[in-house]
């Protein structure tokens, strides 16, 4: 997964969390401050009761009974007890655990710095209504219907190519052929698509073909070796704005997380060391 796509999924799970944690409160009342515990020294605090809930039971403090609650309860000062004993025990001094706890700082603290910049640059409309355009730009407006034979050699491709050209039936080497799941039902029928939703060669050989043509030469991709017979074309609908709003806000808070990052790297002093 891209780290940019993984640090906005990372801080829009701290969102979520936020948001549940404190939708049941009035807006007139402060978190919840007061300690409900503690355990040797260590404080434990509501707000870290509430985290705690939302985290392990996916609910909030209002939606669970006095019961449950201090179920949960009890379960923090477990888990403070046995981590007050493995720091006794300098457990977070030895690997893995240091390296689990470093990890666990620098994904946390880097959740943190992402939504302190959303607050500071909140995303408008006009940036969303900007990508939705570049978005409409970047399609070619087509569907294609099409059906496809996948075998797993070039030279199995060519041979079903030959054949198609002199005379056999596309169904019926599809359903012999084809090494696609399915293929015997379907014959290898892809149905309606856009060439957005295929692989790149696939994308890139059918754009190129007109309706009623078989490929004159195999295409290869990830799965195999395809001999595609297009079928039909017409004009592709348009995707309206709201439908692919949650779309736009992903790819807009990538932009402006990968612009963030690059900001951060251009400002440090960062020296690679070579790896044995």
């Given at each position: 997964?891209?780290?940019?796509?993984?640090l906005?999924?990372?801080?829009?799970?701290?969102?979520?969390?936020?948001t549940e944690?404190t939708s049941?409160?009035p807006?007139n009342?402060?978190?919840d401050?007061q300690?409900?515990?503690?355990?040797?020294?260590t404080?434990?605090?509501?707000?870290?009761v509430?985290l705690?809930i939302q985290?392990?039971?996916?609910?909030?403090r209002?939606?669970?009974?006095n019961?449950q609650?201090?179920e949960?309860?009890?379960?923090?000062i477990?888990?403070?007890?046995?981590?007050?004993?493995a720091?006794?025990n300098?457990l977070?001094r030895q690997?893995?655990v240091?390296?689990q706890?470093?990890?666990?700082?620098?994904?946390?603290?880097?959740?943190?710095?992402?939504?302190e910049?959303?607050?500071?640059?909140?995303i408008?409309?006009e940036?969303?209504?900007?990508?939705?355009?570049?978005?409409?730009?970047?399609l070619?407006?087509?569907?294609y219907?099409?059906?496809h034979?996948?075998?797993?050699?070039?030279?199995?491709?060519?041979?079903l190519?030959?054949?198609l050209?002199?005379?056999?039936?596309?169904?019926a080497?599809?359903r012999?052929?084809?090494?696609e799941?399915g293929?015997?039902?379907?014959?290898?029928?892809?149905?309606?698509?856009t060439?957005g939703?295929?692989?790149?060669?696939?994308a890139?050989?059918?754009n190129a073909?007109?309706?009623?043509?078989?490929?004159?030469?195999?295409?290869q991709?990830?799965?195999?070796?395809h001999v595609?017979?297009?079928r039909?074309?017409?004009?592709?609908p348009?995707?309206?704005?709201e439908?692919?709003?949650?779309?736009?806000?992903?790819q807009v808070?990538?932009?402006?997380?990968e612009?963030?990052?690059?900001?951060?790297?251009?400002?440090?002093?960062?020296?690679r060391t070579e790896r044995?």
């Amino acid at each position: 997964m891209n780290i940019l796509h993984y640090l906005l999924m990372l801080i829009t799970v701290m969102l979520t969390a936020c948001t549940e944690q404190t939708s049941s409160q009035p807006e007139n009342v402060a978190p919840d401050l007061q300690a409900v515990a503690k355990v040797n020294e260590t404080l434990i605090s509501q707000d870290v009761v509430d985290l705690f809930i939302q985290q392990r039971a996916n609910a909030n403090r209002a939606t669970l009974s006095n019961e449950q609650q201090e179920e949960l309860i009890n379960q923090v000062i477990n888990f403070e007890l046995l981590a007050q004993d493995a720091m006794k025990n300098r457990l977070d001094r030895q690997s893995p655990v240091s390296q689990q706890l470093q990890v666990d700082r620098m994904e946390t603290l880097a959740a943190a710095s992402i939504r302190e910049y959303f607050e500071t640059h909140p995303i408008t409309e006009e940036m969303l209504q900007a990508e939705y355009q570049k978005t409409l730009s970047e399609l070619d407006g087509i569907e294609y219907n099409a059906r496809h034979v996948l075998v797993d050699t070039e030279q199995q491709a060519r041979d079903l190519i030959e054949q198609l050209n002199d005379g056999a039936d596309f169904d019926a080497l599809a359903r012999r052929s084809s090494i696609e799941p399915g293929a015997e039902q379907r014959a290898g029928d892809l149905g309606w698509f856009t060439a957005g939703q295929m692989v790149k060669p696939f994308a890139v050989a059918i754009n190129a073909m007109v309706a009623g043509q078989i490929s004159n030469e195999p295409v290869q991709t990830k799965f195999g070796w395809h001999v595609i017979d297009l079928r039909e074309t017409r004009d592709a609908p348009l995707p309206n704005f709201e439908d692919l709003r949650q779309q736009l806000e992903f790819q807009v808070k990538s932009d402006q997380i990968e612009g963030y990052v690059n900001m951060l790297r251009g400002a440090a002093n960062i020296q690679r060391t070579e790896r044995s």
